[in-house]
């Protein structure tokens, strides 16, 4: 795997597992990937692989792990993290439908935000944050429910970005959309990372999407990297491992 | 039907402020409410209910607490006494309009004390998880072991008649159910993306318990709530039937029927009419709480 200089993020020999004993589920058997700053990264592989596991074990939300995770050479450890882990790292989910608290408008949801995030003028920074994302304010005391699912993951990404965070953690964030809504979203992020210089890592099973989002793309089959290409070479068809193949075949056919 | 400006401005999909979007909300509830035809009759009869207990010395034709051994087992219809007078010849209206404040006391009481335990116990045993949840759930169960008289009674017992005590031990044997109720939703609600999503804005476990998970748990609670009234209506005037709550010569509608149980064949209308009251006021919760589920439970997927 090709070495990055001073990685913004580094994993080394990451495990994580569900449940112990006998009922212990390997979802992820050592993974090991670094990112640059200002890089987007992706990770693909089919349901089951593991790859949001990574990103969950990232952001404290996976019960059990071992191996190293850095962010900014500083090791990450347990569940827990810091207030500065949060500034710095925020994670978009895949399903808009399911990550907005259905009783909190547009409005709760981001001022909660900016206030964790120790943010000031809280009212002038919302109006910015639906702006960056494409919403005007007339969006703004509005339910999920009165969402479409497009505007819903805006809201989303806008909340991710409250806290003007370095690097955004993607998971599926527009396999619950459709297609043309897709797109939107895909350039939004595409623009959000160009102007603030984000570092992503890119989740998907789609590797259409990730081959246009991503610089570099890691294979993932059964909790393992099998195979780490750049976008290019994807592109032309310079693969090795027959399981990217496979995943290239079924992609566009 | 043409539209007042401001039933547009409450059904408005697009509120430009907090106030318009909350009461929004609040109004399409109520819309919806105002179709159940049962619902409104339930909270019709509950409306009475306060008022009568409001104004009861206004509209209560006679001192409840008067005694008239000379007049004493009236029938229904005679004069002056609509619904005849009990066996101290005090004038069962009076009593029966006295007695809508003490139940209306015991119902507020126990809404306020059973399901805020429930709420609070629930929550924290879901969310925490581990050895938290297992020492509170096995309270919990144990709680739930009794039948709900059977402890209350015991309560009583040790704490001594009176319906502060018998409210008491009704909140007491009423929470249990609640924080099961409370648990389960938050089992569900915890490991949900919104919460994981606040929690990696670093949120604590206090505000998400009591900004994210209660707020989605207290529809649920509301509606058992108002199911439940009509049984803890039943339970106080239980007690009061046995004499171990409102103490004579107070006018609890339980404590009525105990009294008039004793003429039952000859005077039926003293222990009937409370029994009726008592009746229509459990009735009336049921139907409340009926028509607040189908507003209110998230499930149902309106919202």
């Given at each position: 795997?090709?070495?990055?200089?001073?990685?913004?993020?580094?994993?080394?020999?990451?495990?994580?597992?569900?449940?112990?004993?006998?009922?212990?589920?390997?979802?992820?058997?050592?993974?090991?990937?670094?990112?640059?700053?200002?890089?987007?990264?992706?990770?693909?592989?089919?349901?089951?692989?593991?790859?949001?596991?990574?990103?969950?074990?990232?952001?404290?939300?996976?019960?059990?792990?071992?191996?190293?995770?850095?962010?900014?050479?500083?090791?990450?450890?347990?569940?827990?993290?810091?207030?500065?882990?949060?500034?710095?790292?925020?994670?978009?989910?895949?399903?808009?439908?399911?990550?907005?608290?259905?009783?909190?408008?547009?409005?709760?949801?981001?001022?909660?935000?900016?206030?964790?995030?120790?943010?000031?003028?809280?009212?002038?920074?919302?109006?910015?944050?639906?702006?960056?994302?494409?919403?005007?304010?007339?969006?703004?005391?509005?339910?999920?429910?009165?969402?479409?699912?497009?505007?819903?993951?805006?809201?989303?990404?806008?909340?991710?970005?409250?806290?003007?965070?370095?690097?955004?953690?993607?998971?599926?964030?527009?396999?619950?959309?459709?297609?043309?809504?897709?797109?939107?979203?895909?350039?939004?992020?595409?623009?959000?990372?160009?102007?603030?210089?984000?570092?992503?890592?890119?989740?998907?099973?789609?590797?259409?999407?990730?081959?246009?989002?991503?610089?570099?793309?890691?294979?993932?089959?059964?909790?393992?990297?099998?195979?780490?290409?750049?976008?290019?070479?994807?592109?032309?068809?310079?693969?090795?491992?027959?399981?990217?193949?496979?995943?290239?075949?079924?992609?566009?056919? | 039907?043409?539209?007042?400006?401001?039933?547009?401005?409450?059904?408005?999909?697009?509120?430009?402020?907090?106030?318009?979007?909350?009461?929004?909300?609040?109004?399409?509830?109520?819309?919806?409410?105002?179709?159940?035809?049962?619902?409104?009759?339930g909270?019709?009869i509950l409306?009475l209910l306060?008022?009568?207990?409001?104004?009861?010395?206004?509209?209560?034709?006679?001192?409840?607490?008067?005694?008239?051994?000379?007049?004493?087992?009236?029938?229904?219809?005679?004069?002056?006494?609509?619904?005849?007078?009990?066996?101290?010849?005090?004038?069962?209206?009076?009593?029966?309009?006295?007695?809508?404040?003490?139940?209306?006391?015991?119902?507020?009481?126990?809404?306020?004390?059973?399901?805020?335990?429930?709420?609070?116990?629930?929550?924290?045993?879901?969310?925490?998880?581990?050895?938290?949840?297992?020492?509170?759930?096995?309270?919990?169960?144990?709680?739930?072991?009794?039948?709900?008289?059977?402890?209350?009674?015991?309560?009583?017992?040790?704490?001594?008649?009176?319906?502060?005590?018998?409210?008491?031990?009704?909140?007491?044997?009423?929470?249990?159910?609640?924080?099961?109720?409370?648990?389960?939703?938050?089992?569900?609600?915890?490991?949900?993306?919104?919460?994981?999503?606040?929690?990696?804005?670093?949120?604590?476990?206090?505000?998400?318990?009591?900004?994210?998970?209660?707020?989605?748990?207290?529809?649920?609670?509301?509606?058992?709530?108002?199911?439940?009234?009509?049984?803890?209506i039943?339970?106080?005037?239980?007690?009061?039937?046995?004499?171990?709550?409102?103490?004579?010569?107070?006018?609890?509608?339980?404590?009525?029927?105990?009294?008039?149980?004793?003429?039952?064949?000859?005077?039926?209308?003293?222990?009937?009419?409370?029994g009726l009251a008592i009746f229509a006021v459990s009735l009336a919760f049921?139907?409340?709480?009926?028509?607040?589920?189908?507003?209110?439970?998230?499930?149902?997927?309106?919202?």
């Amino acid at each position: 795997m090709s070495e990055v200089k001073n990685p913004k993020l580094s994993i080394h020999d990451l495990k994580v597992w569900f449940n112990s004993g006998r009922d212990k589920v390997d979802a992820v058997k050592s993974v090991s990937f670094e990112v640059a700053e200002g890089e987007s990264f992706g990770l693909v592989g089919e349901s089951g692989s593991g790859k949001s596991t990574v990103l969950r074990a990232i952001t404290g939300l996976a019960p059990y792990w071992s191996g190293s995770c850095k962010i900014d050479k500083a090791s990450l450890t347990g569940r827990r993290r810091s207030r500065e882990f949060f500034r710095k790292v925020q994670m978009v989910f895949q399903d808009p439908y399911a990550s907005l608290h259905p009783r909190h408008t547009v409005d709760q949801v981001l001022s909660e935000t900016l206030y964790l995030q120790g943010i000031k003028d809280i009212e002038h920074n919302i109006v910015r944050l639906l702006s960056n994302v494409g919403l005007t304010s007339k969006f703004r005391f509005r339910f999920p429910h009165q969402l479409s699912g497009g505007q819903r993951q805006r809201v989303a990404i806008a909340r991710a970005l409250a806290g003007q965070p370095e690097v955004l953690l993607l998971d599926e964030p527009t396999s619950a959309l459709d297609v043309s809504v897709q797109a939107e979203i895909l350039n939004l992020l595409n623009d959000l990372r160009n102007e603030q210089n984000l570092t992503f890592i890119f989740v998907s099973h789609n590797l259409a999407v990730v081959t246009h989002m991503c610089d570099r793309i890691a294979v993932m089959r059964q909790g393992e990297i099998v195979e780490c290409l750049l976008a290019d070479q994807l592109g032309r068809g310079e693969i090795s491992h027959p399981y990217s193949a496979e995943l290239l075949e079924a992609t566009y056919g | 039907m043409s539209n007042l400006p401001i039933q547009d401005w409450l059904l408005s999909d697009e509120p430009t402020s907090r106030r318009q979007a909350k009461l929004s909300r609040l109004f399409k509830g109520w819309v919806a409410f105002q179709t159940n035809v049962l619902a409104m009759i339930g909270l019709g009869i509950l409306l009475l209910l306060i008022f009568v207990a409001v104004f009861a010395p206004l509209l209560a034709p006679h001192d409840p607490f008067v005694q008239n051994l000379g007049n004493r087992l009236q029938p229904i219809g005679s004069d002056q006494h609509i619904f005849g007078t009990d066996s101290l010849g005090r004038d069962i209206l009076s009593r029966l309009i006295f007695g809508a404040r003490i139940t209306l006391y015991i119902v507020v009481l126990v809404a306020i004390i059973a399901p805020v335990v429930g709420l609070l116990v629930g929550t924290v045993s879901g969310y925490i998880g581990g050895v938290v949840d297992m020492i509170l759930m096995r309270i919990t169960d144990v709680f739930l072991a009794f039948p709900r008289l059977v402890l209350a009674l015991a309560f009583v017992a040790v704490l001594g008649a009176g319906i502060e005590n018998a409210v008491i031990a009704i909140s007491l044997t009423a929470w249990p159910p609640y924080a099961r109720i409370a648990r389960a939703e938050t089992l569900t609600i915890r490991s949900s993306d919104y919460i994981c999503a606040i929690r990696l804005q670093g949120a604590g476990p206090l505000r998400i318990i009591t900004k994210h998970i209660w707020p989605l748990c207290i529809s649920s609670l509301i509606i058992r709530v108002t199911l439940d009234m009509a049984g803890i209506i039943l339970v106080a005037a239980g007690l009061g039937f046995l004499g171990l709550g409102a103490q004579p010569p107070s006018p609890e509608w339980g404590a009525m029927i105990s009294e008039g149980r004793r003429f039952i064949l000859d005077s039926w209308w003293v222990a009937t009419i409370p029994g009726l009251a008592i009746f229509a006021v459990s009735l009336a919760f049921n139907l409340l709480g009926d028509g607040l589920r189908d507003v209110l439970d998230p499930k149902s997927g309106r919202s």
